[in-house]
């Protein structure tokens, strides 16, 4: 089940399908009001599995699976009351969005936990338009991992020409025999190792067959990684993506290396497919990140019509640039992130010990990593104290080392940052990333304006890692 995003006037309402130019209409007639709107987290019940499947009890918002779309203007204010009918404190973290701290989501750091049966109000205004999404920041393995989340759709003030504007949530489940989620949350051998991989991968809350598919077509496809832990390398049988953004970021429109978008837990890339398969055909949508467990996502079922045009369309999808500071190299900061922590590939410890020391590492406490040195564990609480301190407007150069045995996905909150050098070779093609997908013994260096004041937090988005230890906080002062 794709949910197609019928807002801009897009070429297929060009061709006539009905209701669309209408829509559209209407739509930027209410462009410059400001948005608002009310979010309730509760537990409800989901047909993951798809109809003829048991239910699963979950916790979500507004009573599905993902969340509701939230979809604001580049520019516009947006005020988003959070009501909380869970039994547990809660906060919403508007991913990758660069707000004001105090949005920011983080209990106890940027704001006082949503207590049962009281709310909060987000107010900011989306400064840079693309796909980003939203999630808990307390409990946040659990809370995430039993469905709280959903997508924020940030739109271009004049969108691309598209056929159609999509958005696939992936997210990963641990399921059992009777469809219920499985317990066990926090479980101190997987957070020492690659964190909790589930067994069902969903598709905006749905196991999919098939997504339709016209030929000729050129859409827009807005991947979400929604997991708790699962790493994906999606493949498209049959077609030639070409990444237009990640992490909500325009970048230089390219294909992927070895047609393989590799996509971390938390990430979200947005791609052009031009639809050049056959009348009729199903084309597999591939996921082979683990060695020997490779599975299909959904399939791209075309239809039987002819294509709706004779030719690919020439000029490849480019998007306008979001207003993200330039950091000056020259003049940059630098500082160096390590990564250190986690079970040996022979079941050893790596990096603990002595590096650490203090007593507060060892798996008895519940703490498997460490950034620095230093493990801060759960989802953020009150009195963090920065590891780096960088005055406000300053550029800076981090260098995240990972000298770990597994894979991170690296999350700063409040910032982008563009994406230099992997292991010494620049990186291709300009990117700009919330969430920087680090290799076991991957170095990567990353820049940015430290233009925001505030706490941030830097973790890992490997739920299991981050509550274990891989988090800290950088201050903007
Ligand atoms: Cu998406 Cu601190 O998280
Ligand atoms: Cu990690």
């Known amino acids: 089940m794709s949910i197609e995003l019928s807002y801009p006037m897009s070429r297929r309402s060009l061709l006539g399908a009905g209701g669309?130019?209408?829509?559209?209409?209407?739509?930027?007639?209410r462009a410059a009001a400001p948005i608002d709107r009310r979010i309730v987290a509760a537990p409800t019940r989901a047909?993951?599995?798809?109809?003829?499947?048991?239910?699963?009890?979950?916790?979500a918002y507004d009573g599905t699976v993902p969340g509701p779309i939230v979809r604001l203007r580049q520019g516009v204010p947006a005020r988003i009351v959070v009501e909380n009918q869970l039994d547990q404190d809660t906060t919403v973290h508007w991913h990758g969005i660069r707000l004001p701290n105090a949005m920011d989501g983080v209990p106890g750091l940027t704001q006082p936990p949503i207590k049962p049966g009281e709310s909060f109000t987000y107010e900011f205004t989306p400064p840079d338009a693309g796909t980003f999404w939203y999630h808990p920041?307390?409990?946040?393995?659990?809370?995430?991992?039993r469905g709280l989340a959903g997508a924020v759709i940030v739109e271009e003030r004049e969108p691309p020409m598209v056929d159609r504007d999509l958005l696939w949530l992936l997210a990963d489940w641990r399921l059992t025999a009777e469809g219920e989620i499985a317990a066990g949350f926090g479980n101190r051998m997987e957070a020492a190792m690659s964190g909790r991989v589930g067994n069902t991968v969903t598709l905006n809350g749905r196991v999919s067959e098939e997504e339709p598919a016209r030929a000729g077509e050129r859409i827009r496809l807005r991947l979400v990684n929604g997991s708790l832990a699962r790493v994906m390398a999606l493949r498209f049988e049959g077609h030639r993506p070409v990444i237009v953004a990640v992490d909500g970021q325009p970048c230089d429109p390219h294909e992927p290396k070895g047609g393989r978008i590799l996509l971390g837990p938390a990430m979200r890339i947005d791609i052009a497919i031009d639809l050049q398969g056959e009348p009729g055909r199903r084309y597999r949508v591939i996921d082979d990140f683990y060695d020997g467990l490779s599975y299909w996502v959904t399939q791209l079922a075309y239809d039987d019509e002819a294509p709706i045009r004779a030719h690919p369309l020439e000029a490849p999808l480019s998007l306008l640039r979001n207003p993200v500071p330039e950091p000056d190299l020259a003049d940059a900061e630098r500082h160096e992130l390590t990564l250190q922590g986690g079970m040996m590939g022979g079941g050893?410890?790596?990096?603990?010990?002595?590096?650490?020391?203090?007593?507060?590492?060892?798996?008895?406490?519940?703490?498997?990593?460490?950034?620095?040195?230093?493990?801060?564990?759960?989802?953020?609480?009150?009195?963090?104290?920065?590891?780096?301190?960088?005055?406000?407007?300053?550029?800076?150069?981090?260098?995240?080392?990972?000298?770990?045995?597994w894979w991170h996905p690296m999350h700063f909150h409040g910032h982008s940052m563009l994406v230099l050098s992997r292991n010494g070779a620049p990186v291709p093609y300009r990117q700009w990333q919330d969430t920087v997908l680090m290799a076991p013994k991957d170095a990567v260096e990353v820049a940015f304006v430290a233009d925001n004041p505030g706490d941030w937090m830097l973790h890992c988005h490997v739920m299991d890692h981050q509550m274990a230890g891989m988090m800290t906080v950088l201050r903007v002062a």
Not at 20 to 29: C, I, N, S
Not at 47 to 59: I, S
């Open 20 to 29: 669309g130019f209408l829509l559209a209409t209407t739509l930027r007639a």
């Open 47 to 59: 047909r993951l599995a798809g109809v003829g499947h048991p239910e699963t009890d979950v916790w």
């Open 137 to 145: 920041h307390a409990n946040s393995l659990e809370q995430l991992g």
């Open 348 to 405: 050893g410890m790596a990096g603990m010990g002595g590096m650490m020391g203090g007593g507060m590492m060892g798996m008895g406490g519940g703490v498997a990593w460490a950034i620095n040195g230093m493990s801060m564990t759960g989802d953020g609480h009150a009195g963090m104290e920065p590891a780096l301190t960088f005055r406000r407007g300053r550029s800076i150069v981090l260098t995240l080392r990972n000298q770990t045995a």
